[in-house]
């Protein structure tokens, strides 16, 4: 009987944050999925559907990208993301602008040069015609 109870207490726990989420930050959510599929596979159709065209991408070195510079940089694998693992995601939307905040820990082989990343990363997204698109995004390094 404990371990029935046990299992159903954590079960509802598990379920929660799914359930709490509104439609708008379920979108949200299926935005950055999308971009993290992005920055593994880049395509430029796909990243010009995703990002803003005002888009300032920050670095956790301090670099900040244009979307121009941002989709080059994808492209021509000077940025180039093999995998990619977002956690403790929390995603907040306000009007039509919502800012996401997570943890992202990557293998890279930026210019050919294996390396691994571990952030803090801040996203602001804004709904424009219906979709939600990057406008910002800042790195920070997360030190051990």
């Known amino acids: 009987m404990r371990l ?3 299992s159903t207490l954590l079960m509802s726990i598990a379920v929660v944050p799914v359930i709490a989420q509104t439609k708008d930050e379920q979108a949200v959510a299926s935005a950055v999925e999308a971009l993290r599929k992005a920055l593994i596979d880049p395509d430029k159709a796909t990243l010009d559907a995703l990002v803003t065209d005002e888009l300032t991408y920050g670095h956790s070195n301090g670099n900040i990208q244009d979307k121009a510079a941002f ?8 940025s180039d993301f093999v995998t990619i ?3 403790n995601q929390t995603i907040k939307v306000a009007g039509n602008t919502a800012w996401v905040r997570h943890i992202l820990t990557a293998t890279t082989n930026d210019g050919g040069k294996p390396g691994s990343a571990h952030l803090s990363v801040l996203l602001i997204w804004v709904k424009e015609k219906g979709q939600w698109r990057l406008l910002a995004r800042q790195a920070v390094k997360i030190v051990s």
Do not use: G, I, V
């Not at 989709?71 to 000077?78: F, H, V």
């Open 85 to 87: 693992d977002l956690t």
């Open 4 to 6: 029935m109870l046990l």
């Open 71 to 78: 989709e080059e940089a994808l492209l021509n694998k000077s």
